[in-house]
């Protein structure tokens, strides 16, 4: 076996890059300020990047911190995929799942969502509160939703409530602690709840108007 030492490779001209027409072999670490392939590369293992433009993957492409789709001009607002996935293990084959809320423990008063959990909230509970309550929806605990999203944004949140009373309802709806006018479907807000321990299904749509939200609302008795 030969070594070749050397800080630089050029091409014959020594003004352009050297060919390597039967492959390149590294048994280490390959850094590289940039680089171009007409052909295919294949790597046995773990290809580790920051920031690339186009990805065209015939395998599977593991995101450990979630994907992000459409990077703004301002980094903390973006669009972000939280465990939205098509699962091909098991028997039961490739299918879209998302991640939800989901608690079966009795739940009362006002409910704070965090929409960083993601878009679907499950409160199966046939022990919940059986009175009229606020939501709220954030971001996360301690992030508003509005350093979140920009003009023209829109975000669908389904929440699934087990109502155990027909005095189990959502009666005002916050995003970021501030109460909003919301656009029922029908053009009347909820009076009740389904009662008898039924599910009442609520759906909001909100838009980002840039001045503020528009939210559309609706509640589907089971």
Not at 60 to 80: E, H
Not at 204 to 217: K, N, Q, R
Request: with cysteine; glycine share 12%; net charge negative.
């Amino acid at each position: 076996m030969s070594k070749v030492r050397a800080e630089n490779f050029t091409d014959r001209s020594g003004n352009g890059s050297p060919n390597f027409p039967f492959g390149l072999r590294s048994a280490g670490i390959v850094t590289a300020t940039g680089g171009s392939f007409s052909g295919n590369v294949d790597i046995a293992g773990v290809l580790t990047y920051e920031d690339v433009t186009n990805i065209d993957s015939v395998g599977i492409v593991t995101a450990r911190q979630g994907a992000v789709l459409g990077v703004t001009a301002d980094p903390n607002k973006r669009n972000k995929i939280r465990e939205t996935y098509f699962d091909s293990s098991g028997s039961h084959g490739s299918f879209l799942k998302q991640s939800t809320y989901l608690t079966t423990s009795a739940t009362s008063g006002n409910l704070n969502l965090n929409l960083e959990d993601g878009n679907v909230f499950y409160y199966g509970s046939t022990s919940n509160g059986n009175s009229a309550f606020y939501i709220n929806f954030r971001y996360d605990s301690t992030t508003a939703l509005s350093t979140q999203t920009n003009t023209g944004d829109v975000i669908t949140a389904t929440i699934f409530w087990c109502s155990t009373g027909t005095s189990s309802y959502i009666n005002v709806v916050d995003i970021d602690g501030v109460t909003q006018t919301v656009n029922w479907v029908g053009g009347a807000a909820p009076t009740d709840g389904s009662g008898s321990n039924k599910f009442d299904i609520y759906t909001f749509t909100i838009f980002d108007t840039g001045s503020g939200y528009s939210v559309f609302g609706n509640q589907t008795k089971c």
